[in-house]
């Protein structure tokens, strides 16, 4: 039996297996995404403080 999917402008029509391979495939990428996100995010503050410290002659690990 097939099913359906639409999104958005997307048609397709997909077994229920096949389906269910792509929708965990798309949360699993999901989530790697979010985590790369908040890595870069966390990164990018780390320079911001440093650089604070740095312009105010503070001398520290934080």
């Known amino acids: ?5 639409e999104d958005k402008k997307v048609k397709t029509r ?31 503050i780390q320079q911001q403080i440093e650089l604070i410290l740095k312009t105010l002659g503070i001398n520290g690990q934080t």
Not at 17 to 26: D, T
């Open 1 to 5: 039996m097939k099913r359906l999917i």
């Open 14 to 44: 997909l077994s229920f297996k096949e389906w269910r391979s792509f929708n965990i495939r798309l949360k699993r990428l999901k989530r790697n995404l979010k985590k790369e996100a908040d890595c870069k995010a966390a990164e990018i």
